[in-house]
């Protein structure tokens, strides 16, 4: 999947193990891995369905080729709904990728058939993370504690 700054490709379990076993690779931003894309990287062999089409991605700066982060959905839906999860390295926040990272994702997640809305909670001490949904066309319908919960619904529904 490719959008006007990044290339979203699937991870390979080749690139899963190298995180796992902190093998750096020329591919990737200085400071990827962050915490989040080690345990996606720590479940992928538990869940072999994140490795597939709907699955979690890298997410690569088309400009410099680079790894800088991870996006992902939470396959298989659960009565029509997908829960999304992302993360960009702190030197490439700021730019706007996770937004265009997670509208574009979010908009896939929406063309398959078992899937009606795209989710994703997230906590009130984190605004930035916050503003990335809102951008990405997401909308808040619930807060629980320090948890906000977004969606974003298919036209259809």
Not at 56 to 71: A, F, K, M, P, T
Not at 82 to 110: D, H, K, M, N, W
Not at 126 to 135: G, M, Q
């Amino acid at each position: 999947m490719i959008t006007k700054r990044l290339v979203l490709r699937p991870w390979t379990t080749s690139e899963a193990t190298a995180v796992l076993h902190d093998t750096r690779s020329p591919h990737w931003a200085d400071d990827f891995p962050a915490d989040g894309d080690r345990v996606i990287a720590g479940l992928l062999d538990q869940h072999p369905a994140w490795l597939g089409a709907y699955g979690h991605r890298l997410i690569v700066e088309r400009e410099s080729g680079l790894v800088v982060g991870s996006i992902g959905l939470f396959w298989p839906p659960s009565e029509g709904v997908l829960e999304i999860g992302y993360g960009i390295v702190a030197s490439r926040r700021g730019r706007g990728y996770a937004p265009e990272a997670t509208q574009a994702l979010a908009e896939f997640a929406l063309t398959a058939s078992e899937v009606h809305t795209v989710s994703a909670n997230v906590e009130l001490s984190n605004p930035p993370s916050v503003r990335v949904l809102e951008k990405a066309g997401f909308h808040r319908w619930a807060t629980e504690g320090n948890t906000a919960r977004f969606r974003i619904t298919s036209p259809d529904q």
